[in-house]
């Protein structure tokens, strides 16, 4: 069972650094060592990386700040490529690429949802304008009918 859990970080989505290198079976450091190494190429293709930093509670009680970085699904599949193909990377990258689809899947049926809510919402203000525009006519046909009347009954007094 893999733990690449993919989130959205500023509208995109994103999986921890962290996760990556245990899933890769690899220190923390390491991971961010190699890239680190390869930043620049990194941001030029695929954009900025995402740095985050957690406090943390060491088994000693002392406070310690944990950097690590949100990866979108190209930049942390390119870092991997970047691996030795062991079998471990290969499962990694499998799985990398399986939490993605996953995370676009719940996207996607998200937004799906969301357009079905809207277009219902859009519907029904549509019945109510029609409603409303029939209500419209109905009243404007009987001030029409009042004011005829009221005409008809100023000229028969004047008569």
Do not use: P
Not at 20 to 31: C, D, S
Not at 34 to 41: C, H, P, R
């Amino acid at each position: 069972m893999s733990n690449l859990n993919v989130t959205k970080y500023e509208g995109v989505l994103v999986v921890d650094s962290r996760l990556i290198a245990q899933e890769l079976g690899i220190k923390h450091k390491n991971f961010l060592a190699t890239l680190n190494k390869y930043i620049d190429e990194i941001e030029a293709d695929w954009g900025h990386v995402a740095f985050e930093t957690e406090t943390v509670i060491n088994s000693v009680g002392a406070s310690n700040c944990v950097k690590y970085a949100l990866l979108t699904e190209q930049q942390a599949t390119l870092l991997m490529t970047y691996s030795r193909n062991t079998f471990q990377v290969r499962l990694c990258k499998r799985q990398l690429v399986k939490a993605f689809d996953k995370a676009k899947e719940i996207q996607s049926s998200e937004l799906n949802l969301r357009i079905t809510e809207i277009e219902n919402k859009l519907e029904a203000a549509l019945r109510a304008i029609t409603s409303l525009s029939s209500a419209n006519a109905q009243l404007q046909s009987q001030v029409q009918n009042l004011l005829l009347h009221k005409i008809k009954l100023h000229c028969s007094w004047m008569e």
